[in-house]
């Protein structure tokens, strides 16, 4: 019966070069420039928040969120009630909280961001 060679390791075999592939076709156009614009309210404690954090001119919004900053007792009774792309206003994001129940004598902010870049067409 014959003895049957032991595997190598991965690490081994990821280590020994195979021969050189032929050259892809060129891909699609992606994006380029890629940027977070941030915009947040003022830290206090007013009930309801809402900001917008638009692109610059020349990008367009590929995605966007909101977040709400302050100690733990500000988010644990603060709550986002939307975050969203503005349809009537190209390029921006708009993000909106507020306290709920009795709410809080502590300060918050609302942070919203849009994501922009440019994009191949």
């Not at 367009?60 to 100690?71: D, F, K, P, V």
Request: charge should be negative; aromatic fraction near 8%; include cysteine.
């Amino acid at each position: 019966m014959e003895q049957e060679e032991p595997c190598p390791d991965v690490g081994t075999l990821a280590a020994i070069p195979g021969p050189q592939g032929d050259q892809g076709e060129q891909g699609p156009p992606g994006l380029s420039n890629l940027q977070v614009v941030t915009t947040d309210s003022e830290s206090n404690s007013n009930d309801f928040k809402f900001e917008d954090a638009s692109c610059p001119a020349g990008t367009q919004l590929i995605a966007g969120g909101t977040e709400i900053r302050g100690i733990a007792s500000v988010t644990a009774t603060t709550h986002l009630i939307y975050s969203y792309p503005i349809a009537s206003i190209e390029e921006t994001w708009r993000g909106g909280a507020k306290e709920h129940g009795a709410g809080t004598p502590n300060d918050w902010r609302l942070f919203v961001y849009a994501f922009c870049a440019n994009v191949a067409q």
